[in-house]
C-alpha cells in the first residue's frame, strides 16, 4: 500500500493527469491527490471518474475557463487556512492550453505556493514520436475558429524556422491542414497526431496534401484530439523581403505593372525590369 505524504500546508499543487492511458499517471501524482484536502477541476464529472479509477474520495471545486477569476479568492481563502490543493484539467498538464493561469498568476502574486507535479503533456508526447526536429519549436495551441484570423495568425508564422505545434478538434482539422497547405506550401513537411496513449493512437506523416489525402481516405481518422506539428521553413525570406512583397502586391492592386515596378524599384533598389516581369506573374499575364 503507498503511504500518502505530508504535504506543506498552504501550498496549491498543479498536477499532471493522462491524456488517455490512465496508466500514464505518475506515482507522485497519485501520492498528492490522496494526500491534498481539495481538488479544483475542470470538469467535476470527469475528475471523478479518475478518483474513483484510484480508489480516492476528495471534495472537488470546479475551475474552468468560464468561473476561474470568480474562483481566485475562493482558492487563496482555502490556502491561506493552510488546506492543502491540487489543480488538475481533463487531460495532460494544467495551463498548457488550459484553465489556470488566471488563478496560479493571482496565487503568485499573492506570494502562496504553488508547486509542479509533472507528468503528461500531449505536446511533448507527440513531439516525441514526431520525427520532426524538436530542438526548437513554438507551440501555437489552437487557432482561432474564424477562417480569417486563422489565415492571418498562420501567414504570420509562414517564415519561422522552428517546428510549428498546434492542437486542433475533428470539427477543423481538415479545413486547418488545408489552409496550412495553403499559406506554408504544399511541400511543407508535417506529421498529425491523434488519440495519443489510446487504443486508436496515430501518426500521420508526408506533406500537407499527403496528410489531408490520408485522413480524407477513412472518414474514422478525422476522429479524435489531435495534435498537428509542421516543419519549420527551411529558406525563410528575411523581413525586409517579406515587407517588399507585401508592398508589391498593395501596388499591383491599385497601379499597372510597370508602374508599380518602378515605384519598389526605386524604394528597395531591385531590378525594375525583373520586379515588371515578377509583376506579370503575379496577375498571371506571362
Avoid: W
Avoid at 226 to 241: I, L, Q
Wanted: glycine share 6%.
Amino acid at each position: 500500500m503507498t503511504s500518502v505524504p505530508i504535504l506543506q500546508p498552504g501550498t496549491l499543487f498543479v498536477v499532471a493527469t493522462p491524456i488517455g492511458n490512465l496508466a500514464d499517471l505518475s506515482e507522485r501524482a497519485r501520492q498528492v491527490l490522496a494526500a491534498v484536502d481539495l481538488i479544483a477541476c475542470e470538469d467535476t464529472r470527469h475528475t471523478q471518474k479518475l478518483l474513483q479509477h484510484l480508489g480516492l474520495k476528495k471534495p472537488l471545486l470546479s475551475v474552468h475557463d468560464h468561473n476561474e477569476r470568480d474562483r481566485i479568492d475562493q482558492v487563496a481563502e482555502q490556502l491561506q487556512n493552510g488546506r492543502t490543493m491540487a489543480l488538475v484539467s481533463d487531460a495532460g498538464t494544467p495551463l498548457i492550453s488550459d484553465p489556470g493561469y488566471p488563478l496560479v498568476q493571482a496565487l503568485r502574486e499573492k506570494q502562496l505556493r504553488v508547486t509542479p507535479v509533472p507528468g503528461v503533456s500531449a505536446l511533448i508526447t507527440a513531439l516525441s514520436a514526431a520525427g520532426l526536429p524538436t530542438d526548437r519549436f513554438a507551440f501555437e495551441g489552437f487557432l482561432p475558429h474564424k477562417s480569417g484570423a486563422k489565415k492571418e495568425r498562420l501567414e504570420g508564422l509562414q517564415q519561422d524556422t522552428a517546428t510549428l505545434v498546434f492542437y486542433e478538434s475533428k470539427h477543423r482539422i481538415l479545413d486547418t491542414l488545408q489552409q496550412m497547405a495553403e499559406i506554408f506550401g504544399e511541400q511543407r513537411e508535417a506529421c498529425v497526431a491523434r488519440e495519443l496513449t489510446k487504443t486508436f493512437e496515430s501518426f500521420y506523416h508526408g506533406t500537407l496534401p499527403q496528410i489531408i489525402e490520408q485522413l480524407n481516405a477513412n472518414s474514422d481518422q478525422q476522429k479524435g484530439e489531435f495534435v498537428v506539428m509542421v516543419s519549420g521553413n527551411k529558406d525563410p525570406k528575411s523581413a525586409a523581403a517579406v515587407n517588399s512583397d507585401k508592398l508589391f502586391r498593395l501596388l499591383l492592386a491599385e497601379l499597372p505593372p510597370k508602374k508599380a515596378a518602378a515605384i519598389l524599384a526605386e524604394v528597395s533598389g531591385e531590378n525594375k525590369k525583373a520586379l515588371y516581369q515578377k509583376a506579370l506573374e503575379i496577375q498571371g499575364k506571362t
